[in-house]
């Protein structure tokens, strides 16, 4: 018995992009299709199998030791852009601004997707939820560039609406336009 479960769900990629430069910044550059392999987008800054720790697991690691990478990508909900958007007092925001590599539409309260939920693309190709990506600073200040004062209301406007991290389980491409189905892991809420 399979211990996901595909849902009626299927969103629609509607932006890609890549991070070339993180220690230039974590803005992306926007690209129409994306190659996905298990060190994550060619060219992209979070890729790799392994990454070295940083301040989201120093309860379990020091700082800088090498862990799996399970950060490959940051993927975003356009609904939820929208939100953010509007908090912050934009019509829109570029998902380049938060460093995004995907951003999908059609997916329902998609920051809180369950940790190992699958998104499947057309060609076979999934990436796995690890987690919620917590809102930073570090997008303000590109906004605020373009947009004054509005950078800086990014990160409060961001919280629960940051989408989440992942991480390619089996390879392949992504385009935008391209289809993607929602599977869920079948198990009960943890109830300590």
């Known amino acids: 018995m399979p211990a996901l479960k595909k ?3 299927i969103g629609e990629v509607v932006w890609l992009g890549l991070v070339p ?3 230039a910044a ?3 550059v926007a690209v129409p299709q994306a190659q996905l392999t298990y060190a994550g987008i060619p060219g992209e800054a979070h890729g790799g ?3 070295l720790s940083c301040s989201r697991v120093t309860s ?3 700082r800088g030791t090498e862990i799996r990478n399970v950060r490959q990508l940051c993927v975003m909900s356009a609904e939820e852009l929208a939100l953010i958007a509007a908090d912050c007092g934009l019509d829109d925001l570029d998902p380049a601004y938060a460093g995004a590599s995907l951003v999908l539409r059609g997916i329902p309260d998609f920051t809180h997707l369950p940790p190992s939920s699958r998104l499947q693309f057309p060609d076979g190709s999934v990436i796995v939820v690890d987690m919620e990506n917590q809102p930073c600073h570090l997008p303000a200040k590109p906004i605020n560039a373009d947009h004054p004062g509005a950078g800086d209301r990014f990160k409060a406007a961001a919280k629960g609406r940051r989408g989440v991290t ?3 389980e ?3 491409h992504v385009h935008v336009g391209d289809a993607v189905s929602l599977h869920l ?3 009960r809420g943890w109830q300590p």
Do not use: F, K, M, N
């Open 7 to 9: 849902t009626q769900i």
């Open 21 to 23: 430069d993180r220690e």
């Open 26 to 28: 974590l803005t992306s």
């Open 49 to 51: 199998l392994t990454r």
């Open 60 to 62: 379990q690691h020091p």
């Open 166 to 168: 992942a991480w390619v």
């Open 170 to 172: 089996r390879e392949g």
């Open 185 to 187: 892991p079948g198990q």
